[in-house]
Protein backbone atom coordinates (compact mmCIF):
# COMPACT_ATOMS: atom_id res chain seq x y z
CA UNK A 1 0.00 0.00 0.00
CA UNK A 2 1.03 3.21 -0.88
CA UNK A 3 2.16 5.28 2.49
CA UNK A 4 2.41 8.80 0.82
CA UNK A 5 -0.49 11.52 2.00
CA UNK A 6 -3.31 12.31 0.21
CA UNK A 7 -3.06 15.07 -2.15
CA UNK A 8 -4.52 18.50 -1.23
CA UNK A 9 -6.84 18.18 -3.80
CA UNK A 10 -7.87 14.76 -1.94
CA UNK A 11 -8.06 16.14 1.41
CA UNK A 12 -10.14 19.06 -0.07
CA UNK A 13 -12.89 16.42 -1.26
CA UNK A 14 -12.73 14.36 2.07
CA UNK A 15 -13.24 17.79 4.33
CA UNK A 16 -16.97 18.18 2.12
CA UNK A 17 -18.09 14.79 2.80
CA UNK A 18 -16.82 14.87 6.34
CA UNK A 19 -20.09 15.04 8.39
CA UNK A 20 -20.17 17.24 11.54
CA UNK A 21 -23.94 16.59 12.87
CA UNK A 22 -24.08 12.85 11.67
CA UNK A 23 -27.98 12.90 13.32
CA UNK A 24 -29.06 15.46 10.26
CA UNK A 25 -26.54 14.98 7.81
CA UNK A 26 -24.54 18.03 7.87
CA UNK A 27 -21.27 18.23 6.76
CA UNK A 28 -18.20 20.48 6.80
CA UNK A 29 -18.64 23.05 4.41
CA UNK A 30 -22.33 23.79 5.81
CA UNK A 31 -20.61 24.63 9.53
CA UNK A 32 -18.22 26.64 7.73
CA UNK A 33 -20.41 28.60 5.42
CA UNK A 34 -22.59 29.48 8.62
CA UNK A 35 -19.30 30.69 10.44
CA UNK A 36 -18.27 32.53 7.52
CA UNK A 37 -21.57 34.27 7.40
CA UNK A 38 -21.21 35.47 11.03
CA UNK A 39 -21.89 32.74 13.38
CA UNK A 40 -20.19 33.14 16.67
CA UNK A 41 -21.59 31.06 18.92
CA UNK A 42 -22.62 27.38 18.78
CA UNK A 43 -26.36 28.94 19.01
CA UNK A 44 -25.70 30.95 16.45
CA UNK A 45 -24.36 27.64 14.33
CA UNK A 46 -27.30 25.64 15.64
CA UNK A 47 -29.63 28.47 14.46
CA UNK A 48 -27.93 28.17 11.00
CA UNK A 49 -27.63 25.05 10.05
CA UNK A 50 -29.88 23.09 12.32
CA UNK A 51 -26.75 21.16 13.84
CA UNK A 52 -27.87 19.96 17.70
CA UNK A 53 -31.20 19.35 16.92
CA UNK A 54 -31.00 15.60 16.09
CA UNK A 55 -31.71 12.34 18.23
CA UNK A 56 -28.57 12.95 20.44
CA UNK A 57 -29.38 16.79 20.87
CA UNK A 58 -25.80 17.81 20.13
CA UNK A 59 -23.76 15.14 22.05
CA UNK A 60 -21.53 14.41 19.19
CA UNK A 61 -21.74 17.27 17.10
CA UNK A 62 -21.54 20.39 19.56
CA UNK A 63 -17.21 19.73 20.10
CA UNK A 64 -16.81 19.62 16.77
CA UNK A 65 -18.86 22.91 16.34
CA UNK A 66 -16.88 24.44 19.24
CA UNK A 67 -13.31 23.01 17.56
CA UNK A 68 -14.74 24.59 14.39
CA UNK A 69 -15.47 28.21 16.29
CA UNK A 70 -12.11 28.29 17.98
CA UNK A 71 -10.46 27.49 14.79
CA UNK A 72 -9.08 24.30 15.97
CA UNK A 73 -10.67 22.16 12.87
S1 LIG B 1 -24.88 14.75 15.83
FE1 LIG B 1 -25.82 16.67 15.85
S2 LIG B 1 -27.65 16.38 16.98
FE2 LIG B 1 -26.69 14.44 16.94
Request: glycine letters at 8%; charged letters at 30%.
Amino acid sequence: MDDAPLSEKHARILRKYKPVCICNGIKVPRVEEAIENGARSLEEVARATGCTTGSCHGERCVPVILEMLDGKR
